[in-house]
């Protein structure tokens, strides 16, 4: 049976959905990732869309909201926001809660390049810090 992963963000439209995308193509056989905002902005942004597709991984997912996991279980919930920076959302259901922050691409300034670069640099991080750890879970 899959374990299941939620990965919650405010905005719910890049950090928390390129770890979705990224542990789902990963880890799918044995991890089944969601992720959700408390103030979710309505769409993924095309910039991780985009650094998802620069790895082979072509993501469909939508901003959601926390309200739509209300009730569901979850062996793991993982707050990706860059605590010092802004308010990270809290889960009340059930689940193991850590924090592994990033910062914002998405309020990332520059060309179109360099926030092509701070998307890659989160996209890369979620490969280095989380994939390993979910490969190593122990319940």
Not at 92 to 119: C, K, Y
Request: glycine residues 8%; hydrophobic residues 40%; aromatic residues 8%.
């Amino acid at each position: 049976m899959k374990k299941r992963v939620l990965f919650l963000c405010t905005g719910n439209s890049a950090r928390s959905q390129l770890a979705e995308a990224i542990v789902n193509a990963r880890l799918g056989d044995s991890w089944e990732a969601y992720s959700a905002g408390t103030h979710p902005a309505g769409f993924v942004h095309p910039t991780a869309r985009v650094v998802l597709e620069q790895i082979g991984i072509h993501h469909n997912g939508r901003s959601k909201s926390v309200d739509e996991f209300q009730g569901m279980l979850f062996d793991l919930v993982i707050t990706v926001c860059d605590s010092a920076a802004e308010e990270c959302p809290l889960w009340p259901g059930q689940g193991r809660r850590i924090h592994i922050g990033f910062p914002d691409p998405a309020l990332a300034q520059g060309n179109s390049n360099e926030i092509q670069i701070a998307f890659q640099n989160v996209r890369d991080g979620i490969e280095n810090r989380i994939i390993p750890l979910l490969q190593e879970y122990q319940f």
